[in-house]
Every structure is written in C-alpha cells, then in structure tokens.
C-alpha cells in the first residue's frame, strides 16, 4: 500500500497565515455583514491564519481587541457598522494600542473615509467584494511593514 511518502508534494510553500516562527497569525475580524466575516474567515484559515474572534459592529470590535490584546496579530475593520463605525474604532484602538495593525474594508465610493482610515493609522484598506487574492496580499503587506 502507498504511503504519504510515495507522492511528492508539488505545492510546499508556506502558508501565508504562518509568522517565520511557525506560529499561525491572529486576526480579529469586524463587520456587520454575516457574510463577509465568513468569506475572510475562510479565506484567512485556508491559510493557516488563526481567528481568535469577530466582532459585528465597531464597540465590539474594540471590546474585543482590548480583551485579546497582546494576542493579536491584526484586525479586519469594515467602515461602516451600527453602533460605532470602523473609523471612530479605529481610532480608539489606534488610541489603546499604536502598534495596532488594522485594515479597513469599504464598499466602492468611501475614498474619503480610507484615507481619513490611513491618516489615523490604518495599515491598508480592501474594497469589496472581496477577492482572495488581493485580500491575502493587502494582509501579507500589513504585516511585514
């Protein structure tokens, strides 16, 4: 019977979700939409990256990032949400945490809210819809700057 050993494997890159020492990169992940949280969330474990908790508007998103921190690695923040937006959270993460890493995701049509994002120390910004690979690069990007 054929092992594992007998085939090769032809894809043995590393998982971008992977920090150089092995561990898996922590992502806090905030939006309001059920369905995009589940689109980057599979998009992030498909790589190896680790979601230590979501969030559905911009208070529990910093709820959250407070009660995680230092255990997180970088926050996915939609920019418009119920209760608080992604910009007034980010700036009060930016205010607990300077070293936050955060990436805004927009809809088409909120340039002006992006570049007031990275003003206030967001590291990048994704439109959507979603696609898998600029969401992987952008995130990849964030993390090594």
């Known amino acids: 019977m054929k092992t594992k050993q007998d085939f090769p494997s032809i894809n043995q890159r590393k ?3 992977l920090a150089s020492d092995g561990n898996a ?3 806090l992940i905030v939006d309001d939409s059920l369905f995009v ?3 980057i969330g599979q998009i992030l474990t498909s790589e190896g ?6 969030a559905s508007n911009g208070q529990e998103g910093l709820d959250s990032y407070k009660e995680l921190y230092p255990n997180v690695d970088l926050v996915t923040m939609d920019i418009t949400m119920p209760k608080m937006d992604g ?3 980010l700036e009060k993460i930016m205010e607990f945490d300077k070293n936050a890493r955060v990436i805004m995701i927009s809809a088409l049509g909120k340039q002006d809210l992006v570049k007031k994002s990275l003003m206030l120390g967001a590291r990048n910004y994704i439109v959507k819809p979603l696609d ?3 969401v992987l690069e952008r995130i990849m990007m964030s993390l090594t700057k």
């Open 25 to 27: 990169y922590r992502v």
């Open 87 to 89: 910009v007034t959270a």
């Open 132 to 134: 898998r690979k600029k």
């Open 37 to 39: 949280t589940k689109q």
């Open 49 to 54: 990256f680790e979601v230590v908790g979501t």
């Open 15 to 17: 998982a971008d979700g």
